[in-house]
């Protein structure tokens, strides 16, 4: 088992910036990629970015491409997720997953954080 403990959700205005941090633990050997999704009301949930804890490669959704730069601590166990030139449109819970390996759908992800909170105001 991983568990993951996502942080850093708020409120913000259009342009500002958050940095969301994940950290997991258990049998985190066992899970190569995290990843980042989001879900606002009423939406599906959406792929947001993903990194390989081994190489760092990373993958980006194109909405948030050049905006949002994932990145690892690997002594930490933790993953961020830099989010800059905030849009409401970025309004939703922010959830963090652990897979096998790099992917933009979510089924591939076997466990998951609890979610944390961001809100964009225009």
């Known amino acids: 088992q991983v568990q993951l403990v996502e942080s850093g959700g708020g409120l913000v205005q259009a342009g500002g910036s958050l940095r969301l941090s994940c950290a997991a633990s258990?049998?985190?050997?066992?899970?190569?990629?995290m990843g980042w999704f989001r879900q606002a009301p009423g939406k599906e949930r959406e792929f947001v970015a993903a990194i390989s804890w081994r190489t760092g490669t990373t993958y980006y959704a194109g909405s948030v491409k050049g905006r949002f730069t994932i990145s690892r601590d690997i002594a930490r166990n933790t993953v961020f997720l830099q989010m800059n030139s905030l849009k409401p449109e970025d309004t939703a819970v922010y959830y963090c997953?652990?897979?096998?390996?790099?992917?933009?759908?979510?089924?591939?992800?076997?466990?998951w954080g609890q979610g944390t909170q961001v809100t964009v105001s225009s």
């Open positions: 258990g049998r985190t050997f066992s899970s190569n990629a």
């Open positions: 997953a652990a897979g096998p390996g790099i992917s933009g759908d979510y089924v591939t992800y076997d466990y």
